[in-house]
């Protein structure tokens, strides 16, 4: 009978990814290179020896994974069956535990640090609105790819699991689009319209939260959807007179338009009633900003995550009585329950 550790290299190899030279079966985390080159760390197994052998093995660089069990020359009796998922299950429930917790830990250890540093006084490069990875990688002498993607996971941190409705009765959401990228004139492709360009639909509520939306394109329908799943429907909305808001504008507790082409009659930028879209303009100004000042250059695929930071720095401003320590707290707790990997970093939202 061939030994389980030999067994299960064998499924390695056969899934197509290089396998370890050595195999624990001690039913830990174990990563090793499965691409076989020196430093990588894609790779990851967990092998149980105990019993009927069984274990899980994938690359988070390709995001596959695959269980296994152990060929023990006959097949298993019912009883057997049992006793192997229930210990499966049990096993798969300590993992989950183990990972909750190091998360956990994680958190407060960072808490901790952050609580005994220093300021940091007028460093040139904190004073700084955001850092790209070229900055992040040039400062702490990190690979350009590694700085790349722990940028990308602490945004992943920034976004919002589980939102609830924003709004209420008796309290507005404005709601605007704008449209972000090839508006180089130099460029040889560069022509006029938004056809080409990434659309962006933002809803916020004046002295509160901020949501913001890569679309393709901005429709009547893709504009009315994200307001369903956003928005109280008691609230007044406030947009502009655009098209797109016009059916689903009757859905809320109230429908305010200002008109920004209107003539001498029609104020430009505050309606007669008093409201205004200036809340998300003034988001979309500082969004805007701060891509073509700190990031430059932005990926169509890689534009949601982007929103995710400037819409969790805006709600989340000192001009709301937020500190950076605060700020700091809010963040971490975003990172528990979210595991960004290099592929999904790399595959566009709306493709």
Known sequence: MIPATEQFRDAIRAAGINPPDEIDADGKLHRFPSNGKRGDDAGWYVLHGDGVAAG?????????????????GRKLTPAEESQHRAKVEAQRREREAAE???????RERAAAIWKAATPAGDHPYLLKKGINAHQLHRMLGLPYKTAWFMMHRLREALSTVEPTPMGGKGGQ??????????TSKRAKSY??????????????????????????????DSVSDILRRNADRQSILVTD???LYKIVGKEFGGHERVWHKGGRNRPRWVNKRGYSTNN??????????????TYVFCGEKHLQRYLNEFA??????SGLGFSD????????????GKRLTYRPTNQAPNA
């Open 56 to 72: 899980v093995f994938g690359c988070w660089r390709t995001g596959e994974s695959h269980t296994w069990r152990a060929d023990v």
């Open 100 to 106: 909750v917790s190091r998360q956990t830990e994680a």
């Open 173 to 182: 959401v404005q709601a605007d689009e704008t449209y972000f990228g090839r």
């Open 191 to 220: 022509k006029k319209g938004h056809s080409h360009k990434e659309g962006v639909v933002a809803l916020v509520v004046p002295g509160g939260e901020v949501r913001a939306f890569h679309v393709k394109p901005a429709t009547a």
């Open 241 to 243: 007179n655009s098209h």
């Open 280 to 293: 998300v303009e003034n988001f979309f100004g500082m969004f805007k900003r701060g891509m073509r000042g």
């Open 312 to 317: 969790f720095r805006y709600t989340n401003r």
């Open 325 to 336: 320590g605060e700020r700091t707290v809010l963040a971490l707790k975003g990172i528990e």
